[in-house]
Structures are given as C-alpha cells and as structure tokens.
T-cell receptor, first 111, second 117 residues
C-alpha cells in the first residue's frame, strides 16, 4: 500500500460546480498536510496548508483533515475554467521532514 | 512569495552525454534544496535533499554517481545527470526552503524537461 493514495481521475466538471478532491494516507505520523496546484509543464504551487486535524478556508477553497480516518479533502466552490490543473496532495511528519506526494488528479472545468 | 528559478527549462541531449540543471532561489537564502523527478501522469518523487555546504542525501534507489548534486551556496544547487540515457527523460523539479514559515514551506521551481535521444 502506498503511503498516500489519491483518486486517479481525470475529473471534468461544468463551470460553477463544487469540486471535491480527496486523499487517504497510511502513515499516522503525518502532521502537515498540503494541497498543490500544478499547471501543465510547470512546478507545483502551494494552495492550502493545514496542520493536524480541522478545516481551513481561503476564498473558494476549503481544506479538511480528518486524522482519525487518515483522510484529507480539498473543496473548490464555484469552480472556474482557470481552476483547470492537476491537484496534488502532499504531507509530512515534521516541519523538517520530506514531503510525500499523492499521484495527482487532473481537473478540467468546462465553460 | 519566494521565487525559485530553474535553468534550462527544456533540454534535449544525446544518449551518453551529461546534462547540468541549475536551481536558484532568487529572493531568499535556501538552507535546504530538494530535487524531484516527475514522469508523465505520475507524482513527484523525491530524489535527494541537499543542505548548503554538505553532501546530498539521496533517496533509496537513486544512484548518487549518476545524479550528482552540488549545493555550493545558499542560492544555488545543481543537478548533473551523468551519461544520460533515454530512461532518464523526465521532468526534473527543484524546491527550496529556509524556515520562512513554521511548517518550513518548500518553494518549487518551474521544472526542467529533459529529453534524452
């Protein structure tokens, strides 16, 4: 079993839809949880960061962490065509630990 | 936010040649730099971690004699792919960190696409 599993996708939604992206993990030591957005042939950019369990909201984006279930989610409200990209979850045990990435899911938002 | 650049953005080389990729932190001093490899439709796989002035730490399965990493200054790290072969063709991405945040955020470069003919 891989340390981080992410729904493979791809995912296509109409503009304005609510998008739910999910990852599960097996390493209970993970404490830091991130979501990155990666456009084609570009490096990843950090979208959301959460420490331990809980919710975090930033504009149209909400990140949720459920450590008891080892499950994290990213919600995108009122999705826009500009949200079309690959979304990667990533996590690490300590601030100085290495990041472990999910495989990524490609999202396409249709106008 | 902190900016990390990579050069070149794309390189095509013949099998057996060596290729050097540069990673620079433009507006901050990076205590640690990371090198990742990403195959099409795959995730980022960490290759090695380097701290300025010390030897890089390679992940299991990564040949340190093939992927030479030098972190000579707080703003520059280089990855040299020696005797490249077609199977080394991939997207190489670096990142840099320096404890600007409590979670030691990594700032990623735009990546270098290597194609070995």
């Amino acid at each position: 079993q891989k340390e981080v599993e992410q729904d493979p996708g791809p995912l296509s939604v109409p503009e304005g839809a609510i998008v739910s992206l999910n990852c599960t993990y097996s390493n209970s030591a993970f404490q830091y949880f991130m979501w990155y957005r990666q456009y084609s042939r570009k490096g990843p950019e950090l979208l959301m960061y959460t420490y331990s369990s809980g919710n975090k909201e930033d504009g149209r984006f909400t990140a949720q962490v459920d450590k008891s279930s080892k499950y994290i989610s990213l919600f995108i409200r009122d999705s826009q065509p500009s949200d079309s990209a690959t979304y990667l979850c990533a996590m690490k045990a300590g601030a100085n630990s290495k990041l472990t990435f999910g495989k990524g899911i490609t999202l396409s938002v249709r106008p | 936010g902190a900016v990390v650049s990579q050069h070149p953005s794309r390189v095509i080389c013949k099998s057996g040649t060596s290729v050097k990729i540069e990673c620079r932190s433009l507006d901050f001093q990076a205590t640690t730099m990371f090198w990742y490899r990403q195959f099409p439709k795959q995730s980022l796989m960490l290759m090695a971690t380097s701290n300025e002035g010390s030897k890089a730490t390679y992940e299991q399965g990564v040949e340190k004699d093939k992927f030479l990493i030098n972190h000579a200054s707080l703003t520059l790290s280089t990855l040299t792919v020696t005797s490249a072969h077609p199977e080394d063709s991939s997207f190489y991405i670096c990142s840099a960190s320096n404890w600007v945040s409590s979670y030691n955020e990594q700032f990623f470069g735009p990546g270098t696409r290597l194609t070995v003919l």
